[in-house]
Each structure stands twice: as structure tokens, then as C-alpha cells.
């Protein structure tokens, strides 16, 4: 059995790592990894591969940045050859980036099985670019792999056929286990002893100048108290840029590869993100995090975890801070499948379905 795993930016690696390294373990499966190079900065992927002991890509697209019309017809352009040369019998598709719903749509159109890994998830807010792909995805995807009890009951309430789904819980946090010891071994001198991590990328934040200033405001207000260390993400850097040199006092660093970025963020006092797979990385970890969002593709860790939506309200946003750095820390469970046995789980399925004489939603 050829599978092919598809990744394109930072997340897609560490979802896809656990499901090749467990793959490995069936005999006469062969994988083929192809590389969009939707993201193409060394420490976005070159960093990211080598961490999680990945193999080099058998073949990279490397679309670079684009619109997202553009990105997305570049990588089905690039990607249907592919297909056509390399002839897989599944194609697995991680998360809800442009590449994503790009390679989906040229296996739909080719009569290729696809499997959505991280399917069901849903924000509800189609104003997101990923909420887009997440639906349109699953529309096209044969076997539907889903992260949480939440995402399986967002497909069965779009009529989906319940053979096409399967709860294999999140596999994000696969590599998060694997990987914690050497994170928590690492000591970057720069960093506090306490503090607040930021990440921020999300348009509604970091494009809107006026509402980024504001946040930014507020930033340099709590660092006063609690010191702000800032990892930039490059689209987040060039609005910085623009804005001035009023927010030098906050520390502010370069994008980090994925072992640093874990362990500044299990040792940091909260967490302030626009980010989903940070909101799901804390819920795991146990740390406090405040997402800067109405909205979250992650419920589950607002309902189970210490996540708090904290939106553009900034006065809740320092409510919520004095409470955690109070010691008034919510109670919080890790969701059910969150166990760092996801890959083993998705592994077996794709096997079991794609070997089975029987007819199936792979067929």
C-alpha cells in the first residue's frame, strides 16, 4: 500500500510525524511525503522536519507565499502531477491549511481516496481563510479523523455519513509528548523565570493597525508586571515595523523551531494567542491561556481546559490576568484521546480500511 502525506506549513509536520512513525511499523506500506513549501522559511520547515526526524520530502511544490487563490491553484497544479506520476493509494491531509484543501480537490477530482486528519473542527466564523478549507475539505475527504467528541458531532450535524468518521483524538499532541523531555531540558537565558508568552498571526489581529496598536498598548502595559515574551511571526513583524519603536521594551524574538517554542510555553505563567494549536498545546500542558479571538475552532478547550476567550475586550483581558497571576486558576481536564497514542490509532484505521476487501468509505 503507497500512502502519501501532504504537509505545507509549520502545524502540518507535527501532525504528520506521528502518523509516518507509526506507519512504519506495517510492513508493505510504503509513504511518500511531499512538502508544499506553503511555508519555505528554515525555521518554519528545514527546523521544524529535523526536530520531529522526519525524512527530507520526496518531493517539494515550493508554491512560496501567495493570495490565496494563487497559493492554492500552485500547489493543485504542482500537486496533480504528483499524483499522476506517483500514483498513491491514499493521500492523508492534516489540518485546515491552503495545501490542505488544495491537494483534497485534486484527489477528488482524480478518483483518489483522501483521509482528513483533524476533521470536524469548526470556528463557525467564515471570515477565517482555515474555516474554509475545513469544510470544504471534509465535503471531498473519504475518511474523516477526528481530533474531539465536539468535531465528530459538527459532522454528524451536517449529515455526514457516520462511516466516513472515526474519533482518533488529537494528533498534534502526539508529538508534543514525544518531544517535552528535550523540550524542558532546553534553558534559553533570555527568558524569565515568569512571564507571558504572546503569538499572534491571525489578520483580525495583526492587519487591523489600529486594533494592533491597541493590543500592543496593552502588552507594554502588563510588562510592566509580567514580562511579555514575543516570538514574531514574520507576517506579525512587518506591521510591528510599521507601527514604530514604542513596543522595543517587550521581548521580542525571532520565529523559534518547535522544541524552544514548547518549552518557553510550558514553563510560561500564560499563554496569549490567536492560535489553535497553541490553545490545544496548553490544554495539554496545563497552562493558563487567554485566547485573542470571539471564537475558537477548539471548544473543547474552553469547556475542559483553562482556555478563556478573551476576544478585543482588553478590560477582560487584564481581569482575566490578575486572576491567574492571583493563583485563581481554573480547573482544567485533558480531552478524552489526548493521550500521545493518536498516530498508533490513525496508523491502524488507514490500514485496516484501505487493505479490507470489504466495501468501505475508502471504496
Not at 529535523?50 to 507565499?65: R, T
Not at 498545546?281 to 476567550?309: A, I, K
Amino acid at each position: 500500500m503507497h500512502v502519501l502525506h501532504v504537509v505545507g506549513a509549520r502545524p502540518n509536520f507535527m501532525k504528520a510525524s506521528p502518523v509516518m512513525r507509526a506507519l512504519q511499523a506495517y510492513p508493505g506500506v510504503r509513504q511518500t511525503l511531499v512538502h508544499t513549501g506553503q511555508h519555505y522559511d528554515a525555521n518554519m520547515s528545514d527546523v521544524f522536519l529535523k526536530q520531529l526526524e522526519m525524512p527530507a520530502p520526496d518531493v517539494n511544490l515550493g508554491v512560496g507565499s501567495r493570495s490565496h487563490a494563487r497559493q492554492t491553484a500552485e500547489i493543485m497544479i504542482g500537486f496533480e502531477q504528483v499524483v499522476l506520476d506517483r500514483r498513491p493509494d491514499v493521500v492523508l491531509v492534516y489540518g485546515d491549511v491552503n495545501s490542505t484543501i488544495a491537494t483534497a480537490l485534486v484527489c477528488a477530482k482524480l478518483q483518489v481516496r483522501t483521509a482528513h486528519v483533524e476533521a470536524g473542527v469548526r470556528s463557525n466564523d467564515r471570515s477565517m481563510p482555515e474555516e474554509i478549507n475545513r469544510v470544504v475539505t471534509d465535503c471531498l475527504a473519504d475518511l474523516l479523523l477526528t481530533p474531539s467528541e465536539d468535531a465528530e458531532q459538527n459532522l454528524r450535524a451536517a449529515g455526514v455519513d457516520p462511516s466516513r468518521i472515526r474519533f482518533v483524538g488529537n494528533v498534534l499532541i502526539d508529538s508534543l509528548v514525544r518531544l517535552l523531555p528535550a523540550a524542558r531540558a532546553v534553558k534559553d537565558p533570555r527568558i524569565p523565570e515568569q512571564f507571558g508568552l504572546v503569538t499572534l498571526h491571525r489578520p483580525s489581529n495583526v492587519d487591523d493597525s489600529v486594533n494592533l496598536k491597541s493590543l500592543l498598548e496593552t502588552l507594554v502595559e502588563i510588562n510592566n508586571d509580567l514580562r511579555i515574551v514575543f516570538p514574531v511571526h514574520p507576517r506579525t513583524r512587518q506591521r510591528l515595523g510599521a507601527l514604530g519603536s514604542e513596543f522595543k521594551d517587550l521581548l521580542l524574538l525571532d520565529p523559534m523551531p518547535y522544541i524552544e517554542f514548547l518549552s518557553i510555553q510550558s514553563r510560561a505563567t500564560v499563554v496569549l494567542t490567536d492560535s489553535g494549536g497553541v490553545q490545544a498545546e496548553t490544554t495539554f500542558l496545563g497552562v493558563p491561556c487567554l485566547t485573542l479571538r470571539s471564537n475558537t475552532e477548539w471548544p473543547v478547550t474552553v469547556q475542559l481546559g483553562s482556555n478563556v476567550l478573551v476576544g478585543n475586550d482588553r478590560q477582560r483581558l487584564r481581569q482575566e490576568l490578575l486572576r491567574i497571576r492571583e493563583g485563581r486558576v481554573r480547573e482544567a481536564s485533558i480531552p478524552p484521546l489526548w493521550d500521545g497514542h493518536t498516530g498508533q490509532r490513525i496508523a491502524k484505521i488507514v490500514c485496516e480500511i484501505a487493505t479490507s476487501s470489504a466495501p468501505s468509505c475508502l471504496s
